[in-house]
C-alpha cells in the first residue's frame, strides 16, 4: 500500500477556487463541453475573466452560446453572449 499523498499535491477545494462559468447553449441550458474547458474553477474573478476572454471562440465552436459567472453559488453576472 502506497502512502498518500502529500497535501501539496492535493486538488484545490472550491472555497481556494471559489469562481466558475456556467456554460449555457441558446435555450439557456447547461453545456457538457470536452476535456479541459469542463469544469474549470479560478482563484480570482480575473483570473475566471481573462481564461473565458481567451477560450470564447472553443467555447462557442462546442456549443457553449453563453455564460455566467459564478463566485461559488452566487451569480455574479450573466448570461453573456458568445457571439458578437
Do not use: K, N
Request: hydrophobic residues 40%; without cysteine; aromatic residues 8%.
Amino acid at each position: 500500500m502506497l502512502p498518500d499523498q502529500p497535501p501539496t499535491f492535493r486538488p484545490p477545494t472550491p472555497a481556494e477556487r471559489p469562481w466558475s462559468w456556467r456554460l449555457l447553449d441558446a435555450s439557456g441550458a447547461e453545456v457538457d463541453v470536452p476535456g479541459d474547458m469542463a469544469d474549470r474553477r479560478f482563484a480570482s474573478q480575473a483570473d475566471a475573466e481573462s481564461w473565458v476572454g481567451e477560450i470564447w471562440a472553443d467555447l462557442a465552436d462546442a456549443g457553449v452560446d453563453a455564460v455566467t459567472l459564478l463566485e461559488a453559488d452566487r451569480e455574479v453576472y450573466g448570461p453573456m453572449s458568445l457571439h458578437p
